[in-house]
């Protein structure tokens, strides 16, 4: 689809109200890769007017995780901006002024039904089985003996019509809408009057966010029409990314929604960033791998699906793992540092083409190399295993110590006595490690000092 691309403006809009969430990263980096290649601006409003619910460590945290993943903003309540401020809890004069507006133009009007008054409509029309619509009681007979109320909009009627990037035109009947409330009684707005009022007024002009935001934009565009103000260009409503069972990925329920959990568990950034582009949009070719220039240059929204997105955790892990082997071994010791404290820089440095080879996580590296700062649990090994860690101590004796002799040394042991590498490695490991599974062999032997080696093995060949 043909898009205009003179001055983009595009933003996401995250509520702080828990941790970052998988799907701000995810609607983060689609708005990027869309405003990117065209120099358009990105701008992270903080959408704040749950009062209740929101917390400022929250907020720090969503700056974290897109900082992370190297999703940066270029206007933001941290960093300014020509449309400041950008926390909506900073902007409520410019909600009630626009209210005002509405109010004295007739397009809104106070409405001052209780809950219960409301509740009440609802059961009726549910009882009627009729889908629900606000009565007009306050726009037609309203009260005279009360002071406090909600701004009204009063839904116009006749069509909405918009452009979706990626379903096409979309139209919505909005007689079916009812009329919706733009400011709650205790002076604040809701999200489907501060969200387009926002929007307008910072010239955003692709609005790019998750599906569960479509049947708002009909809302929406008629505030943008009743304040008289230009609508975006377009919109794009991204497929919701849902748990593998099929749900809808909830903070509560799924783990997997942790923004934060994907670096705790060593994600690298760079694979995150390559599978939740994949995780909604196909590039049309055989290609997986993709760095964040190949994403800008390939990436457009008619390639987007509709249906909803499964996570896949095995895609995932071997994305992160081609990531991995990729990664310059320099590179990669820096970003294991976090994970392996215990171990010096030249410790790691040794150890990483090892890890490559295995790891599909850094977070992984912890389990492969806690036997260099930790004693191993002793393992109960048999005769005929000890006695194989014997020959193992006498061919080890004297080699220098490092990876490939220790191996040459090792697969002269098998040679000569025609016992399989599984039969003599098996005990080696468990003596070394406590556990079965290790780096390779002879890397496991060099990364510990010699002395410490060939004590752990005496200790088990002698059992
Ligand atoms: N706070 C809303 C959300 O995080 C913003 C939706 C929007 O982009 O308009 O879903």
């Known amino acids: 689809m043909a898009v205009p691309d003179a001055s983009v403006r595009v933003r996401i809009a995250p509520s702080p109200t828990g941790f970052a969430h998988l799907g701000t990263a995810s609607t ?69 002024e626009h209210a005002a507006k509405l109010l004295a133009e007739q397009k809104a009007y106070r409405c001052y039904c209780t809950q219960e008054e409301l509740e009440a409509e609802r059961r009726q029309a549910q009882f009627e089985k009729r889908p629900y619509k606000y009565s007009r009681r306050c ?56 969200s387009p009022v926002d929007d307008a007024l910072m010239k955003i002009t692709h609005v790019i966010r998750g599906e569960e935001h479509l049947s708002n934009t009909p809302y929406q565009l008629m505030i943008v ?63 997986e791998i993709f760095t964040f220039e190949e994403l800008e240059r390939v990436f457009s929204f008619d390639r987007v699906q509709h249906a909803g997105a499964r996570f896949d955790w095995e895609k995932l892990n071997w994305i992160n793992g081609e990531w991995i082997r990729a990664m310059d071994d320099g590179e990669l010791a820096r970003r294991l540092q976090p994970f392996l404290p215990d171990l010096d820089e030249a410790t790691i440095m040794r150890a990483v083409s090892a890890l490559k080879t295995r790891m599909t996580r850094l977070a992984d590296a912890t389990e492969y190399l806690d036997y260099l700062w930790k004693e191993p649990e002793v393992q109960p090994l048999d005769a005929e295993q000890a006695s194989r860690i014997q020959m193992a101590v006498d061919a080890l004796e004297d080699v220098p110590w490092e990876p ?14 025609g016992l399989s590498k599984n039969k003599l490695y098996t005990p080696i490991r468990l003596a070394l490690t406590g556990k079965k599974v290790s780096l390779p062999i002879h890397y496991t032997i060099a990364l510990l000092p010699k002395e410490v080696a060939l004590a752990r093995l005496m200790r088990a060949g002698h059992s």
């Not at 918009?162 to 139209?171: L, N, Q, S, V």
């Not at 490939?404 to 006595?417: D, H, N, S, W, Y």
Request: avoid cysteine; hydrophobic fraction near 35%.
């Open 28 to 96: 983060a980096l689609y708005n990027v890769l869309f405003a990117r290649p065209r120099q358009g601006a990105f701008a992270l409003r903080i959408d704040d007017t749950d009062l209740e619910r929101n917390r400022p460590e929250y907020e720090a945290l969503i700056y974290e995780g897109l900082q992370w993943l190297g999703l940066d903003w270029d206007e933001g309540p941290d960093k300014g901006g020509s449309y400041s401020p950008y926390r909506q809890s900073e902007r409520l004069d410019i909600y009630k």
């Open 139 to 194: 726009l037609t007979n309203p009260p005279t003996d009360r002071t406090e109320f909600a701004v009204r909009f009063k839904v116009p009627g006749g069509k909405v019509v918009f452009t979706d990037m990626i379903r096409g035109e979309m139209t919505f009947d909005a007689e079916l809408l009812g009329d919706f409330i733009l400011m709650k009684s205790d002076g604040y707005p809701t999200y489907q009057f501060a």
């Open 225 to 287: 029409d009743a304040l008289g103000y230009d609508r975006p260009v377009a919109y794009a409503h991204m497929p919701l990314i849902l748990a593998k069972d099929g749900a809808k990925l909830s903070k509560r329920k799924h783990p997997e929604s942790n923004l934060m959990l994907y670096r705790e568990q060593g994600y690298l950034p760079e694979a995150l960033i390559n599978y939740l582009a994949l995780l909604g949009w196909n590039p049309g070719t055989a290609q």
């Open 404 to 417: 490939e002799p220790i191996e040459t040394a090792l697969e002269g042991v098998v040679e000569r006595t």
